[in-house]
Every structure is written in structure tokens, then in C-alpha cells.
């Protein structure tokens, strides 16, 4: 599958290079999130996993540190070309990404989630500030906005299965594909 969408700007791009590279802890969320991801893997009998914003693989490394190897893992990162386009899995995780998106590309980005997710994807969305900054001076949660703001927009591309509120840090989020009428 050949997913031709922008999702990020060029400048931002670049500023996500740098911030991988600078700050050795960005993008270690899907460390906490591992045995969820693993559970649900497990439970619904799912082969394989599109590591969406997958950063510097801490999910992958996270479930093989659990015990649980055995599906066919797909990272995808813009600030990460080698890792490739985002490749349709049984289940989507997409850990800390979305409040990191441009506005503008949100559409699209959720877009590219639902293309590509064949079965289940698991969300988690921070809804506040972050504690990391952008070389411009930018909050690194370019997005800080309540669950009420998200879920319509996940609602036009998913169904809700399950909804988890994490105070003072967002909510969790996990949905199965639409049915096509």
C-alpha cells in the first residue's frame, strides 16, 4: 500500500531530528504502555504491530523485554526515514504522537492511522504541556487539548471500544476499524 499524505512540515521535520537527537529520553512513553500493547496483542490472537511515531523502537524493545516476540513489527517515524512508510498491521500503536502533530496535519495523520490499521489501534494522547521544548521555544505538545476535543475526530474514522482517563497526563484510547456500509 502506497500512502502519499503529508504529515509534517519540513521545519518541523528537522525539529524532531534534533529533538531525537538531543534529548536521549524523547519518545520513551510506549515503555509504560508495553504490557497493554502486549495484553491486547495476546488476547485478540493479533500477528503483527505499525509502530506509529515509533521513534527510537523503545515499544519493540519494551514487548521483546516482556516475553512476547512473536509478531512482525513495522516501525514508522518521518524523523526516521529508514524505518519506511507506515505499513497496514493487524494493530496500530501510536503512544505520545498525536499532541506532538502540526494542526494542519492531524487530518491527515489520522488518516494514515486508519488506512493502515487492519484490525484495533491503541492511542495515547497527552492532553497538557510537555516537559521538553522545541529549539524555537515551542511546548513539544504542539496539540494540548481535552478528550471532549479528540474523540469526535477519532470517531469519524473509529470506533471507541475503550476509553481510560489518566489524570493529569491524558487518556488512552483504543479502537477497532469502522464498518464500511
Known amino acids: 500500500m502506497n500512502i502519499i499524505r503529508r504529515v509534517i512540515s519540513e521545519n518541523y521535520l528537522k525539529e524532531q531530528i534534533e529533538l531525537h537527537q538531543r534529548e536521549s529520553g524523547y519518545g520513551s512513553q510506549s515503555i ?13 490472537k ?20 516482556l516475553g512476547f516476540a512473536d509478531f512482525v513489527y513495522y516501525p514508522y517515524d518521518p524523523a526516521y526515514p529508514e524505518y519506511g512508510i507506515p505499513t497496514p498491521a493487524d494493530m496500530v500503536a501510536c503512544i505520545d504522537v498525536l499532541e506532538h502533530i502540526e494542526e494542519e ?24 504541556p510537555a516537559r521538553k521544548v522545541l529549539k524555537d521555544g515551542r511546548n513539544a505538545h ?35 476499524k469502522l464498518k464500511k456500509l
Open 105 to 128: 496535519y492531524l487530518d491527515n495523520v489520522l488518516e494514515e492511522i486508519e488506512l493502515i490499521t487492519t484490525k484495533v489501534v491503541y492511542f495515547c494522547i497527552a492532553s497538557g
Open 32 to 44: 509504560n504502555h508495553a504490557p497493554n500493547v502486549k495484553k491486547i496483542m495476546t488476547d485478540l
Open 46 to 65: 493479533l500477528s503483527s504491530l505499525c509502530d506509529y511515531g515509533a521513534g527510537k523502537k523503545h515499544l519493540q524493545t519494551s514487548l521483546i523485554n
Open 142 to 176: 504542539l496539540i494540548q487539548k481535552p478528550p471532549r476535543w479528540w474523540l469526535p475526530k477519532l470517531c469519524e474514522l473509529f470506533n471507541i471500544e475503550y476509553l481510560e482517563s489518566q489524570p493529569k497526563k491524558g487518556f488512552v484510547v483504543i479502537c477497532s
